[in-house]
């Protein structure tokens, strides 16, 4: 540079007050600074590319000939930025808390290990926050920018939140719940749960929120919705609460807010202790009059035929109705159900007894053309969630389907000396503690096999045959 004084540069000035004394921090390119000594007398802070230094008057710096320079913040502002993030950290991240980098800019670490970009800026007198959008999928350089766009227009007067609010159109708490929803419906397996999830939103939110843009929805909004039921429906609220986060986490990571409002609602809420509902059951002795008032029923072969197969193999209702021929090998015994049909997620091999295949070579005969075992009453669709719920009470039996696995496992504990985890592979329930299912590969198939048999023994009055299950254990 020209001048003695490296920070004397040729620039035009724009002022913003010529009465105004704000010292505000400004930063040069290192390379400009002829007399290094001189900039640190004067409260340079040097870095290896650069060099930031306090002004004297609050003035915008909008033309520089001599070295590049521009305005960061105030001290009163943001503060000097004498670190910033770099991606490696941001990747690296994983402690709750915030991690600052400038203009205001800060990833915000959750406990869950989410990671969002937040900025805090003074707008219009007023310190806000605003929602830069998931660290997953806004990188730092992108975030570093927008934030840098939004400290410049709120120093002109602008609102960086109402701006991005009108360019961005926020949708509706509906509309947004709606998005979600077709985004997660291809992932439950359940379609009936995938159904309540937007079912009890439009009975019990949207009724209040529907209409808001998700930007300005509350807590105190939530709290008016979950009120109301929180003590009388607990268990519904609890899943309405659930639900409406799940849409206002999508909306922080698509950057239509910058918290979720639901995250702090519970504190406001009266604490109910939850009442677990057992899946009613019939005591497994009854389960073999049960079968033969359902064969004696007037119901459809098709259902009669499932609902006793479902009890021969302790299957899930699911698991039964959707069977197809290419899963189910007659000559081996087997039936292998695929991984994406299992709730937890893998393969499960059920052996079949005697009585099991038999029920198999009728239902051959029930064939509509498409490859379902138990064909319901339309062509080519599966029994009806409903149809063997409702066969069992209208028999006039207070019991759940699901309520068959319970039997079977109650049988098993109480008439046989076979282990545990044979019992909980029939049953398909996956091993909780990670240490152990890391060990635990075997299926136990064969013993299974034996188990499976003497269930059916059991429930067609050959009760004697348990006996020397407990010898062979």
Not at 266 to 290: G, I, M, N, W
Not at 426 to 447: I, P, W
């Amino acid at each position: 540079m020209a001048s003695l004084n490296p920070f004397e540069t040729k620039r035009k000035k724009a002022r913003i007050g010529a009465s105004s004394r704000v010292r505000e921090w400004f930063v040069a390119d290192r390379k400009s600074a002829i007399n290094y000594s001189e900039a640190i007398q004067k409260g340079a802070i040097l870095t290896d590319k650069h060099m930031f230094f306090i002004g004297c008057t609050s003035e915008i710096i909008s033309d520089v000939s001599g070295c590049s320079c521009m305005i960061l913040g105030t001290e009163m502002g943001t503060g000097v930025p004498t670190k910033r993030l770099t991606a490696a950290q941001v990747r690296a991240a994983s402690k709750p808390g915030k991690y600052y980098d400038e203009h205001g800019l800060f990833m915000r670490v959750e406990a869950s290990g989410s990671k969002r970009w937040v900025q805090r800026l003074t707008v219009n007198g007023r310190s806000r926050e605003i929602g830069l959008g998931s660290a997953e999928l806004v990188s730092l350089a992108e975030a570093r920018a927008q934030a840098y766009d939004n400290r410049r227009l709120a120093r002109q007067g602008g609102d960086p939140i109402a701006a991005r609010a009108r360019s961005k159109a926020v949708p509706t708490f509906e509309q947004a719940a709606h998005e979600v929803y077709e985004a997660h419906r291809p992932t439950w397996k359940n379609a009936k749960h995938a159904a309540q999830f937007i079912s009890t939103l439009e009975t019990y939110a949207f009724p209040t929120l529907g209409s808001k843009p998700v930007a300005e929805v509350t807590t105190s909004d939530i709290l008016t919705v979950l009120s109301p039921i929180w003590t009388s429906k607990t268990e519904t609220a609890r899943r309405v609460r659930q639900r409406i986060g799940t849409i206002m986490r999508w909306c922080v990571a698509k950057g239509y807010r910058p918290d979720d409002p639901t995250s702090s609602v519970h504190l406001a809420l009266p604490q109910v202790k939850s009442k677990v509902a057992h899946r009613r059951a019939l005591p497994y002795d009854e389960v073999a009059t049960c079968l033969s008032t359902v064969q004696a029923s007037g119901a459809s072969t098709s259902t009669k035929l499932a609902l006793e197969f479902l009890i021969l193999t302790a299957a899930r209702s699911g698991e039964v109705r959707g069977a197809i021929w290419a899963e189910i090998d007659l000559t081996q015994g087997v039936w292998v159900v695929p991984a994406e049909r299992m709730k937890a997620g893998a393969e499960h091999k059920v052996p079949l007894s005697p009585r099991a295949l038999k029920i198999l070579e009728e239902a051959k005969c029930l064939s509509d053309g498409s490859d379902l075992v138990f064909p319901g009453m339309k062509p080519g669709r599966p029994l009806s969630d409903m149809t063997l719920s409702k066969l069992i009470k209208e028999l006039g039996y207070q019991a759940d389907v699901h309520g068959f696995r319970t039997s079977f496992r109650t049988w098993a504990q109480e008439k046989t000396n076979l282990q545990g985890e044979v019992v909980e592979k029939a049953l398909a329930h996956a091993v909780k503690n990670k240490v152990e299912a890391a060990y635990a590969r075997s299926d136990l198939f064969e013993k299974r096999r034996v188990l499976m048999a003497a269930w059916a023994d059991y429930l067609s009055g050959q009760e004697g045959t348990v006996v020397p299950l407990r010898e062979q254990v």
